[in-house]
């Protein structure tokens, strides 16, 4: 379990933190630029001191204003990927690394080959910062904070500083470090694709404040959502499990809540989770059955709530089995179909996004990151 | 060295002796004391700041003379030095060391400072995440990202203590093989009737001695700056 309640002002500008969230799993702060997101990885990190409150991993207390505990980040075991990288220019690739490994506190779970193969760090071992990409700079960071053996992971926008290219470069491996490390991990974003590709939770922050948080697919829900990524981007995220592939199309078959869904993807095994996300304004929604359409992907379910969400439109949450989606519909359809919970409708899928592959936070440290 | 004399051999030496003294009587205090007045808040820093410079605002002559008040045979600190560790600052070599450091030290941690605002404090925060704690910081990030100012300080703190008259005429005297470096020789060639000749050969080594240092200085910082990748 890691848990945050920091209060800090600075000026005007008041920080009020509290979420609680089971470890491990990749807890993204997601919030608009200039909403406190940083300062609140910097409270967590302890570079910054917090007026109050408490900040916990697990048993392990960090601060405690009350208690008075306060450790310095250098005996907080926090790893820290900042937005510049912050590689030390006068030490190259191979000491910089070396520079966390030697003075990693507490148990080792990864080692030094370990860091250089899941990163693809091998070939710039001899180079000097100033001589590699953003890309690779942000690799290095990434591997330097993870040999200095944290027991928690900020990563503060280290996609911001990139372009598209070199961003869908580093995502990738950020992956694969969720995938296959067990270490608990604060994303801060204020890119929402960034969050839904990696984050397992979201906390969301508005002027310094943590308004809601909660698990991806729940908070892919929330209301609070909209007005930070504009109501086209709403929509629900929603697991999905790979059934096999169809032969006539070519196309995945996903199974979605108790229906299914055709998706163009690159080929996956049977069993294996894909991401899906369903925008709002991609639904349509039936009160009958549909029958002689072109749409293919057709969920059935039951309407579990309808709220406005602006003057002419409303939200329709859907039950699917067990999975919760979204639709907008104009308010006068939702009069003439008498859309109101508890009745029974179908979703007609216009769009499916692939938000890459879903998964489980690991319950240990899976062998491939443990050291030899 | 075949074209130069025996009594200028002997002021150019002493002068790098009393020089390479000097700079490094003053670095282990010009280091903590440029971290300090750079990095740190507290009460009194203005004014230890001020009097860090005051050697650049007040006459030679004067400073000197404090350090005769000072560190002089019957002065509290120079009787002290003698007592316990038989050390004699006045009429000897390192006593003008001693002159010529003080003289120079505002020059010194002026570079420093300026090369340690350069320092990107974002490093040593990365250091301290990585668990490195305030020693280790200093050591393994500021100190090396700040050696171009050490460096840079160490030179210029040099170069002046090559040529520094006043301080040191003032409280070690003009003692040929002691305290005779190239300024007081010069002085000694020009009032020394029929000088003239002695007096140009020792300006020119001075030129010499002045101008190289200084194309060291930038060989070197050119050096540093592209293996930091500037």
């Given amino acids: 379990m890691f848990s945050v309640a920091v209060t800090k002002r600075r000026g005007s500008f008041v920080l009020d933190a509290r979420f609680e969230l089971p470890t491990p799993g990749v807890v993204a702060l997601f919030g608009r630029s200039g909403c406190g997101k ?13 007026d109050a409150g408490r900040v916990a991993l697990g048993d392990r207390v960090l601060l405690d204003t009350e208690r008075r505990i306060n450790l310095p980040p250098e005996s907080r075991r926090i790893g820290y990927v900042f937005q510049d990288a912050r590689l030390f220019p006068h030490l190259r690739v191979a000491a910089n690394l070396e520079y966390g490994k030697r003075r990693a506190q507490g148990p080792g779970y990864v080692s030094l080959d370990t860091v250089c193969g899941l990163l693809d ?26 040999l200095s053996q944290p027991s928690l992971l900020l990563l503060d926008e280290p996609l911001a500083s990139l372009d598209a290219a070199r961003r869908a470069e580093v995502l990738p491996y950020l992956e694969i470090l969720r995938d296959q490390l067990a270490i608990p991990m604060v994303y801060v974003s204020h890119d929402f694709d960034e969050v839904l590709r990696l984050a397992t939770y979201v906390v969301l922050m508005e002027s310094g404040k943590t308004i809601a948080r909660g698990g991806l697919g729940e908070m892919s829900l929330n209301p609070d959502l909209r007005s930070i990524i504009g109501a086209d981007a709403v929509g629900a995220i929603v697991d ?10 070519g196309l995945m078959r996903v199974r979605v809540g108790h229906s299914e869904l055709r998706v163009q993807a690159a ?8 991401r899906v996300q369903l925008l709002a304004r991609d639904l349509i929604i039936a009160t009958q059955a549909p029958q002689h359409l072109s749409v293919r992907n057709i969920l059935s379910g039951v309407v579990t709530a309808v709220t406005s969400d602006d003057a002419d439109s409303d939200l329709v949450a859907m039950d ?13 359809a939702t009069r003439e179909l008498a859309l109101q919970p508890g009745l029974p409708a179908w979703a007609l899928v216009k769009a499916v996004s692939l938000r890459g592959h879903s998964f489980a936070a690991p319950a240990a440290i899976s062998n491939a990151s443990r050291d030899a | 060295m075949m074209w130069l004399s025996p009594s200028e051999i002997e002021a150019l030496s002493l002068s790098l002796s009393v020089a390479t003294r000097s700079v490094l009587m003053s670095l282990p205090l010009a280091i903590p004391l440029a971290w300090a007045l750079t990095r740190r808040r507290f009460v009194g820093r203005t004014l230890l700041d001020a009097f860090v410079h005051l050697p650049l605002v007040l006459p030679p002559v004067m400073v000197g003379y404090l350090l005769l008040l000072v560190f002089g045979a019957r002065g509290p600190v120079g009787a002290w030095l003698e007592r316990i560790f038989g050390v004699e600052l006045i009429f000897t070599r390192n006593g003008a ?42 050591a393994t990030i500021t100190l090396p990202l700040m050696l171009p100012g050490v460096l840079a300080g160490a030179i210029t703190a040099f170069s002046a203590a090559l040529g520094e008259f006043g301080a040191v005429i003032t409280f070690v005297s003009n003692i040929p093989g002691e305290t005779r470096t190239l300024p007081l020789a010069l002085y000694t060639a020009l009032q020394t009737p029929g000088g003239d000749a002695a007096a140009a050969r020792l300006a020119l080594i001075s ?3 002045g101008l190289s240092g200084l194309l060291l200085s930038e060989w070197f910082a050119r050096r540093v700056r592209r293996l930091l990748g500037h």
């Avoid at chain 1, 999905?240 to 199309?249: A, H, K």
């Avoid at chain 2, 010529?100 to 570079?111: D, E, I």
């Avoid at chain 2, 340690?116 to 910081?137: F, I, K, P, Q, S």
Wanted: proline share 3%; aromatic share 2%; charged share 20%.
């Fill in chain 2, 207 to 209: 030129f010499v001695l």
């Fill in chain 1, 121 to 146: 760090l091998g070939a710039l071992m001899d180079r000097r910062p100033h001589q590699l990409s953003g890309g690779e700079r942000q690799r290095v960071a990434i591997g330097r904070a993870l």
């Fill in chain 1, 240 to 249: 999905g499990t790979v059934l096999g592939t169809d032969p006539s199309s």
């Fill in chain 1, 38 to 50: 940083s300062t609140l990885v910097n409270v967590i990190a302890g570079l910054l001191d917090a």
């Fill in chain 1, 320 to 332: 699917i089995g067990g999975t919760q989606i979204m639709a907008r519909v104009t308010k006068a």
């Fill in chain 1, 267 to 274: 080929s996956a095994a049977a069993g294996a989770k894909l």
């Fill in chain 2, 97 to 138: 060391a001693l002159a010529t450091a003080v003289m120079s030290f505002p020059l010194m941690v002026r570079a420093m400072r300026i090369s340690l605002e350069n320092v990107d404090r974002g490093l040593e925060e990365a250091a301290r995440t990585l668990g490195a704690g305030a020693m280790d910081r200093f």
